[in-house]
């Protein structure tokens, strides 16, 4: 059989009356099961009653591994130990996978043309794993076969019923283009998901808190830094999922922020002072915020429905460099990571000598040995330096 690449799909007046109810609603769930593990579960189960299988599963395979799980489709109907039982066993070994990856050919293939049914009797695969769930006759959907991969969906008869009969491989062939074109748009939809998340991913590494926000200030998103900040309900918090502050000084100095960054928004020609920033206080706790907004680009608004980047830090958190990451960069002592440290969060070197029960004379040498270390020939440049380096929140 040739490959069905380049074939149109096939209009609804193509279909047979006979089973038109299960085919229609087999089309149906292929417009949406992409997004829905439970909808492929219920395709599969719908496409073995309609061609009279008793096990079908979606199969993957590639250069270095080999699974009876389609990528992204971890579905099956029939006998539920047949794939755990496939890929411990009997994977490696399967003849099918070397017949298809021989020829290339993709579309609807009967077993039997790629390893005979009396070869298929002689194997290890059919005495320790077919026969004994009386699983005879195989039909491959292949959608890929190329460059080592392989992706296709394995429908399964017993050795009563025989090899697939024409009305079942017409309504087969008719079906395989749908197919397609649902696990094509399925790997569009998880590549997506897969570039989200390394985002998020990457946001929520961050200590500092990054919200992207509408103009009216409803919150579309937030970090992991974010949502504790907000659920601490200490100077912002979050209702009805807009973001206000606790207190009625603070809250007219945020509503001011929005309103220039909408102002902001609102201009066509380019602005030259697109950020927008403000200091907002707790009367009840004393404790102060840093916000910072910017714009999003417009084709960053349309893609994630967010107007601005919201970005909020805390004067009050003191950060430090992991001593870990003082000794790999520059070398440094625990005890002079430590020292470093204690001038990033504003100690002086009398305060330092007090917390370690040192001399001031050796706290001195200390950081003159950092200095040394570090390329730097003042405490300022130090303090720059370990600024720029990527740091953590100091544990409290």
């Given at each position: 059989?040739?490959?069905?690449?380049?074939?149109?799909?096939?209009?609804?007046?193509?279909?047979?009356?006979?089973?038109?109810?299960?085919?229609?609603?087999?089309?149906?769930?292929?417009?949406?099961?992409?997004?829905?593990?439970?909808?492929?579960?219920?395709?599969?189960?719908?496409?073995?009653?309609?061609?009279?299988?008793?096990?079908?599963?979606?199969?993957?395979?590639?250069?270095?591994?080999?699974?009876?799980?389609?990528?992204?489709?971890?579905?099956?109907?029939?006998?539920?130990?047949?794939?755990?039982?496939?890929?411990?066993?009997?994977?490696?070994?399967?003849?099918?996978?070397?017949?298809?990856?021989?020829?290339?050919?993709?579309?609807?293939?009967?077993?039997?043309?790629?390893?005979?049914?009396?070869?298929?009797?002689?194997?290890?695969?059919?005495?320790?794993?077919?026969?004994?769930?009386?699983?005879?006759?195989?039909?491959?959907?292949?959608?890929?076969?190329?460059?080592?991969?392989?992706?296709?969906?394995?429908?399964?008869?017993?050795?009563?019923?025989?090899?697939?009969?024409?009305?079942?491989?017409?309504?087969?062939?008719?079906?395989?283009?749908?197919?397609?074109?649902?696990?094509?748009?399925?790997?569009?939809?998880?590549?997506?998901?897969?570039?989200?998340?390394?985002?998020?991913?990457?946001?929520?590494?961050?200590?500092?808190?990054?919200?992207?926000?509408?103009?009216?200030?409803?919150?579309?998103?937030?970090?992991?830094?974010?949502?504790?900040?907000?659920?601490?309900?200490?100077?912002?918090?979050?209702?009805?999922?807009?973001?206000?502050?606790?207190?009625?000084?603070?809250?007219?100095?945020?509503?001011?922020?929005?309103?220039?960054?909408?102002?902001?928004?609102?201009?066509?020609?380019?602005?030259?002072?697109?950020?927008?920033?403000?200091?907002?206080?707790?009367?009840?706790?004393?404790?102060?915020?840093?916000?910072?907004?910017?714009?999003?680009?417009?084709?960053?608004?349309?893609?994630?429905g967010a107007d601005v980047i919201l970005v909020i830090?805390?004067?009050?958190?003191?950060?430090?460099?992991?001593?870990?990451?003082?000794?790999?960069?520059?070398?440094?002592?625990?005890?002079?990571?430590?020292?470093?440290?204690?001038?990033?969060?504003?100690?002086?070197?009398?305060?330092?000598?007090?917390?370690?029960?040192?001399?001031?004379?050796?706290?001195?040498?200390?950081?003159?040995?950092?200095?040394?270390?570090?390329?730097?020939?003042?405490?300022?440049?130090?303090?720059?330096?370990?600024?720029?380096?990527?740091?953590?929140?100091?544990?409290?």
């Amino acid at each position: 059989m040739q490959s069905n690449k380049g074939n149109t799909v096939p209009s609804p007046s193509q279909w047979s009356q006979d089973g038109m109810s299960d085919l229609s609603e087999i089309l149906d769930l292929l417009q949406s099961v992409p997004v829905s593990q439970q909808l492929w579960e219920r395709f599969l189960f719908l496409l073995g009653e309609l061609v009279q299988c008793k096990h079908g599963y979606f199969l993957t395979a590639g250069r270095q591994a080999f699974s009876s799980m389609y990528a992204y489709v971890d579905v099956a109907f029939g006998n539920p130990d047949l794939q755990a039982i496939y890929d411990e066993r009997f994977a490696d070994h399967d003849p099918f996978r070397n017949a298809i990856a021989a020829n290339s050919r993709t579309g609807v293939i009967d077993g039997e043309d790629l390893v005979p049914n009396e070869g298929l009797l002689q194997t290890e695969i059919y005495r320790g794993l077919l026969e004994p769930r009386g699983l005879r006759y195989l039909t491959l959907l292949v959608a890929r076969s190329d460059y080592g991969h392989l992706e296709a969906l394995c429908l399964w008869r017993t050795a009563d019923q025989g090899p697939i009969d024409a009305h079942s491989r017409h309504h087969l062939d008719l079906l395989f283009p749908h197919i397609l074109k649902a696990l094509e748009v399925l790997k569009v939809c998880r590549a997506a998901e897969r570039q989200l998340a390394r985002a998020q991913a990457m946001a929520d590494a961050s200590p500092t808190a990054m919200l992207l926000i509408s103009r009216r200030g409803s919150v579309i998103h937030k970090n992991a830094a974010a949502e504790a900040l907000l659920a601490a309900e200490d100077t912002l918090c979050l209702r009805d999922g807009n973001l206000i502050a606790t207190d009625a000084s603070a809250k007219e100095r945020l509503k001011t922020l929005l309103t220039k960054m909408n102002k902001i928004l609102a201009e066509t020609a380019p602005h030259a002072e697109t950020t927008q920033a403000i200091a907002i206080e707790s009367a009840s706790s004393g404790r102060t915020l840093n916000l910072l907004t910017a714009p999003l680009a417009p084709h960053r608004r349309e893609r994630t429905g967010a107007d601005v980047i919201l970005v909020i830090t805390d004067p009050g958190n003191q950060v430090t460099v992991p001593e870990h990451v003082l000794h790999s960069l520059y070398g440094l002592t625990k005890a002079q990571s430590e020292v470093a440290n204690s001038l990033l969060m504003g100690f002086s070197l009398e305060e330092i000598a007090k917390t370690r029960g040192a001399t001031l004379g050796t706290v001195r040498q200390q950081v003159k040995a950092i200095l040394n270390r570090t390329g730097t020939e003042r405490q300022r440049d130090l303090i720059r330096l370990l600024l720029a380096i990527p740091h953590a929140p100091a544990e409290k």
